[in-house]
Structures are given as structure tokens and as C-alpha cells.
């Protein structure tokens, strides 16, 4: 494929659209940038059908064809390449085209995994580091500190409040 274009979709968090993540263009700085909605033009119709197209020229080679990323029933995104001057031609081509597609969805799906999977034992150890800190201080202000800062990072916040409730009144004052 002398002289193509390849180009990766990986979906949005909410599934709605597919954003650039890879290309073989030179610099490639538009990674995040540049979105297609599911549904619209041929990425997006790929994205949203999960079937591959193949846009042929005049002579019958294949010109561009689009991919959808699919590992088992997720769909991660798409694949898009651009034929350059050597187009492939055949069943065959196309097939390999599709495997190769296959392969890299899965090794895709599989980094995802993998990392919702280290962010959840992160998440594990620090409730347990604070727990134990929690458990051995004497200060019911190192431990409001403690519930805070771990509160605020269990929950992926920047900052967390503690509210205490005033047993006197029954309520948590501000």
C-alpha cells in the first residue's frame, strides 16, 4: 500500500462518536482533535453498521476501504485507509484486510481492559492505605484529611468536602 493514508477511530467514552487517535500522515498532531459522529459519512456509517466498505475505482482495485474495530461484540472504533499507488486486488487482500483489522481490535480492547483494570487496584490500595492510616490516628483532623483526599480520589474529584453533622443541632453546618 505505497503512498496510502491510515487513519484510527477509537469511540468516546459514551459511545456516541469516534475520535482520531492514530494516522500516518506526517506530524499526525490531530490525535483527539478531529471527531466523526457514528452514522455520518463512511467512518461513521462503519462505526455504527460494524460492517467494513469497500470504495473501488474505475478499474476495480479497491481505493479506500473502512474497517470497524470490533473485538467480540464491542466495537472499539474504526479503521480507514487510503489506498496510495499499489492498490490491492482480490478477495484475498480484502480478507487480510479484515484480520488485520480483527487483530487490532482486540489488541486494542485488550490495553482498555487492562488499564480500567489498574485504575480499579490503584483505587483498591489507596482505600486500604487509608483505612489503615485511618484506623492508627489519633487526630480527628488527620482523619477528616485522610477521608477527604481519599474520598476525592476514589471518585476521580479534584477536591472533596467533609461535612460533619452537628449533633446539637442535627444538621451539617457549612
Do not use: W
Request: aromatic share 2%; charged share 20%; net charge negative.
Amino acid at each position: 500500500m505505497e503512498g496510502g493514508i491510515a487513519k484510527v477511530y477509537l469511540r468516546d467514552d459514551q459511545g456516541q462518536n469516534l475520535s482520531l487517535a492514530a494516522t500516518s500522515l506526517t506530524g499526525g498532531g490531530f490525535a483527539g482533535e478531529y471527531q466523526i459522529v457514528k452514522g455520518q459519512g463512511v467512518d461513521g456509517r462503519v462505526a455504527q453498521s460494524g460492517r467494513a466498505e469497500f470504495l473501488r475505482g474505475e478499474d476495480g482495485a479497491v481505493a479506500y476501504v473502512c474497517m470497524p474495530l470490533s473485538a467480540g461484540e464491542e466495537s472499539v472504533g474504526v479503521l480507514s485507509l487510503q489506498i496510495g499507488s499499489l492498490p490491492p486486488r482480490g478477495r484475498g487482500a480484502e480478507e487480510i484486510l479484515l484480520d488485520m483489522a480483527a487483530a487490532m481490535a482486540e489488541g486494542i480492547a485488550q490495553a482498555d481492559r487492562e488499564a480500567r483494570l489498574a485504575v480499579r487496584a490503584t483505587r483498591a490500595n489507596a482505600i486500604n492505605e487509608a483505612g489503615v492510616r485511618m484506623v492508627s490516628a489519633d487526630d480527628i483532623n488527620d482523619v477528616a484529611r485522610m477521608v477527604t483526599s481519599s474520598g476525592a480520589m476514589i471518585m476521580e474529584a479534584e477536591h472533596a468536602v467533609l461535612r460533619l453533622q452537628d449533633p446539637q443541632i442535627g444538621r451539617a453546618p457549612v
